[in-house]
């Protein structure tokens, strides 16, 4: 039997303004998807939430894209929301772009990483939430997992990962997408990359003689660009992704040494600053500094056909005190900046934000030099 497992998300209302999701639609989803697997729509779930975001980690049969399983998730999105609104929480339905399901959430607003496969006789699988941030945010941390050897030892000493990953990489400004094979295209693949903005890894796929099928993704990230969507700034994108790690994939811990390293992303207030994207535990997953920093959360489980086992809390670990201490260091000197560059993004990015508002109100004001 093949596992599907997918995540979910949306932002349909908080408190205190982008900060923490109530209780009380956490709730209404748990309920929700009980239902669901009660009806065999759903193999297992896990309700959980980082910062302003409502993840809804899911496992099934029914494949990818499948309409019973990205209806569920919509009808708890509207359900939530509308609970949401009765206590007048900020941001009520905010990521909900339409009013009608049209099969699956894509272009609806939701983001969504799923990937389908055959259980090993051990599946690990990481569940990344992030919040405050843009999906280029996983680019420097799914490229060290699966193809720097200074991170992730397997690349060099296990023969299964010895010819390395391929990288499907999108241009979300021109909505298409390249493979691109490490080691042979490593420095092709960096060039694309490093502009986290513009191009972004979405799946990661084994190479030639691995363990695991090449057809089968080990990683996989949701892409979806909220402006892209609506037109206009409705918020920032919060990605998600799942990693599978081990027998011939990257063990757990190169899956999740990554983030050690507080690296610098998109997003922030207003989603218009640069700030450090800090590791830290669901109970911490409350950006409240200047609507941050940056926060990515990682859930472990183990797969039993279908049954999610766990999760661990993985960067609730002392381990990352060191990367949290470093991330509210770099917080304090990005801060420092104000309303200058690089703390606030360039031209490029904040054209989707107020500032075109900003401009037109400007631009008759204009003279030539």
Known sequence: MKTTVSIIKADIGSYTGHQKVHE?????????LKDEKSK????????????DDLDLILTHDKGIDSKDIHGAAWNVFMECTEIAK?????GAGQDILSDAFSGNVKGMGPGCAEMEFEERRSEPIVAFLMDKTEPGAFNLPIFRMF?????TAGLIIDPNMHKGFRFEVYDIKNHKKVMLKTPEELYDLLALIGAKSRYVIKRVYPGPENKVPENEAAAVISTDKLHEIAGEYVGKDDPV???????????????VEP???PHLVSGWMRGSHNGPLMPCSQKNAIPTRFDGPPRVVALGFQLNEGTLVGPMDVFADVAYDRARTKALEVADYMRRHGPFEPHRLGPEDMEYTTLPKVMEKLKDRFESI
Do not use: M, W
């Open 259 to 261: 983030f050690a390293f």
């Open 147 to 151: 193809g720097d050897p200074f991170n």
């Open 241 to 255: 992704a799942l990693v599978r790690g081990q027998s011939g994939l990257p063990a757990v811990g190169e899956i």
């Open 24 to 32: 009380e639609l956490k709730k209404k989803a748990g309920e929700l």
């Open 40 to 51: 065999g729509t759903l193999l297992d779930y896990y309700v959980a939430s980082v910062g």
């Open 86 to 90: 009765g206590l007048k929480l900020y």
